[in-house]
């Protein structure tokens, strides 16, 4: 339901900075690369609508950076014979320092690959079928640093926090009284409030200060002027939902409800309001 819903309002609403996000470090890790060697990194797991990623990635001797799906690479070790068939994406080759970005497909886990590009070393075989290696060369290691980043709030962090509050809802006998409800007093500018009406005949609906409604009940004559002190209002209407925001000048309010035409026997009319209130670090609200 409406009323059992946390929200969590624009904050602009209440001039409280909006939340600021960034790159932030997440995790390193390090390996020493044989030349031609795979090093899987992380598997990212992209929700319905896809992702990114954000790395950076340092060697000493070149490297050559992709993304392939979890599966594919699952395979691939299961099965060498079909490493060559990888598909990959995100290529970036002949790398020593950088920051890596790739977008990613919805809904499908990939793999952060990174390969050394130096040439194995070579091996002859006989004629008697032997296989040995060439003369040996000094390979120098290859270290690898990935640093992982998370996109993550970085500024302006704890926000106030709303929850809809119903503060009034009934069904009543239609009558050519106004009927009227002292609902609330602002606890700051720009305090939401939801109005829900349905009626068999036109009417019109109203928040208005409370000393302003009061005087309805001993002069219905001044609802014209009466309206002229509220933004929050509508007439000639038999179902509608609207929201107004309020201000704390505006002070005490009350819901109006009155017929625009005669009333017929026994009908009833429905009516609900609710209001937005803050929960939650409600001192960052500028009043």
Same mark, same amino acid.
């Given at each position: 339901?409406?009323?059992?819903? +946390?929200?969590?309002?624009? $904050?602009?609403?209440?001039?409280?900075?909006?939340?600021?996000?960034?790159?932030?470090?997440?995790?390193? &890790?390090?390996?020493?690369? !044989? #030349?031609? $060697?795979?090093?899987?990194?992380?598997?990212? /797991?992209?929700?319905?609508?896809?992702?990114? =990623? /954000?790395?950076?990635?340092?060697?000493?001797? #070149?490297?050559?950076?992709?993304?392939?799906?979890?599966? $594919?690479?699952?395979?691939?070790?299961?099965?060498?014979?079909?490493?060559?068939?990888?598909?990959?994406?995100?290529?970036?080759?002949?790398? =020593?320092?950088?920051?890596? &970005?790739?977008?990613?497909?919805?809904?499908?886990?990939?793999?952060?690959?990174?390969?050394? %590009?130096?040439?194995?070393?070579?091996?002859?075989?006989?004629?008697?079928?032997?296989?040995? %290696?060439?003369?040996?060369?000094?390979?120098?290691?290859?270290? +690898?640093?990935?640093?992982?980043?998370?996109?993550?709030?970085?500024?302006?962090?704890?926000?106030? %926090?709303?929850?809809?509050?119903? =503060?009034?809802?009934?069904?009543? &006998?239609?009558? @050519?009284?106004?009927?009227?409800? *002292?609902?609330?007093?602002? &606890?700051?500018?720009?305090?939401?409030?939801?109005?829900?009406?349905?009626? #068999?005949?036109?009417?019109?609906?109203?928040? =208005?200060?409370a000393k302003v409604a009061d005087q309805l009940y001993s002069?219905?004559?001044?609802?014209? @002027?009466?309206?002229?002190? @509220?933004?929050?209002?509508?007439?000639?209407?038999?179902?509608?939902?609207? !929201?107004? @925001?309020? *201000?704390?000048?505006?002070?005490?309010?009350?819901?109006?409800?009155?017929?625009?035409?005669?009333?017929?026997?026994?009908?009833?009319?429905?009516?609900?309001?609710?209001?937005?209130?803050?929960? $939650?670090?409600?001192?960052?609200?500028?009043?």
């Amino acid at each position: 339901m409406l009323a059992a819903m +946390l929200c969590l309002l624009s $904050a602009g609403a209440f001039a409280v900075p909006p939340r600021s996000f960034d790159w932030v470090q997440a995790s390193d &890790e390090t390996s020493v690369l !044989d #030349p031609a $060697a795979f090093h899987a990194g992380r598997v990212y /797991h992209p929700g319905y609508d896809g992702g990114n =990623l /954000h790395v950076d990635i340092a060697a000493t001797q #070149p490297v050559t950076i992709a993304m392939t799906t979890e599966q $594919a690479w699952t395979d691939a070790q299961q099965h060498p014979e079909s490493a060559p068939n990888l598909t990959f994406s995100c290529v970036r080759e002949h790398v =020593l320092s950088t920051t890596y &970005e790739c977008a990613l497909p919805p809904s499908t886990p990939m793999v952060l690959l990174v390969r050394d %590009e130096r040439a194995p070393r070579r091996v002859v075989q006989t004629r008697w079928g032997v296989i040995v %290696e060439t003369a040996r060369q000094y390979m120098p290691p290859n270290n +690898l640093h990935i640093t992982y980043y998370r996109w993550d709030c970085v500024a302006n962090c704890v926000q106030p %926090e709303f929850l809809w509050t119903r =503060l009034v809802k009934e069904k009543y &006998e239609l009558t @050519s009284v106004p009927k009227m409800y *002292n609902v609330l007093t602002p &606890e700051h500018d720009g305090q939401r409030i939801n109005v829900k009406f349905k009626a #068999p005949v036109p009417m019109t609906i109203a928040v =208005l200060p409370a000393k302003v409604a009061d005087q309805l009940y001993s002069s219905p004559a001044s609802l014209n @002027s009466a309206l002229e002190t @509220s933004s929050c209002k509508q007439r000639g209407v038999q179902s509608l939902s609207f !929201d107004c @925001s309020l *201000n704390i000048d505006d002070g005490p309010q009350s819901l109006v409800v009155i017929p625009d035409t005669g009333v017929p026997s026994h009908k009833k009319a429905s009516v609900e309001l609710q209001t937005l209130r803050c929960t $939650a670090n409600c001192e960052l609200i500028t009043k």
